[in-house]
């Protein structure tokens, strides 16, 4: 299994990921994909077991959405570092739909330098890559105190201590 950053501590990661062509064996934690979880639904969920559901960055989080509301758990792909749409995704679920649940960032671009944005938009767990250190990728989370941009976690923004300290001076 690989290693787990979820709401600031290291974990392990307890979810088993089921290819689309894999034997469900009735496994309590499971990450399924979109397209498994739309042909499947009604098999895979059971009132024991928690259904995750991993999510291209391709998908529209609008059109996914009535699939996705009710799991605790939605998986969002990071393929490479030049492709930004899973932040998208992320700051969709938590900013328009209010999603509460666990976002997690997986793929080849959830590596130190990316983990404080990812954040930033609302994903609150992340499995590292087997050559990123986990003490290292958690610090990362404290990078920075301020931010310049309003976002879903709840930093403190320059331009409001700028105004305040003009209100107060």
Known sequence: MSTLIRNGQIQANDALELADDASDQGQQKIIVSLARWTRERETLAGPQRQVAVRVPNTVAIDDAWPLLKDCALIVLEFPSFGDGRAYS????????????????????????????????????????????????CLRALADFDLAYQESSDDLPLVRRLRASQHAAG
């Open 89 to 136: 995704q992320a700051r969709v679920l938590r900013g328009r739909f209010g999603y509460a649940g666990e976002i997690r960032a997986t793929g080849q671009a959830v590596v130190r330098d990316q983990l404080l944005g990812m954040h930033r938009v609302g994903i609150n767990s992340f499995v590292l890559r087997a050559d990123q250190d986990p003490q290292t």
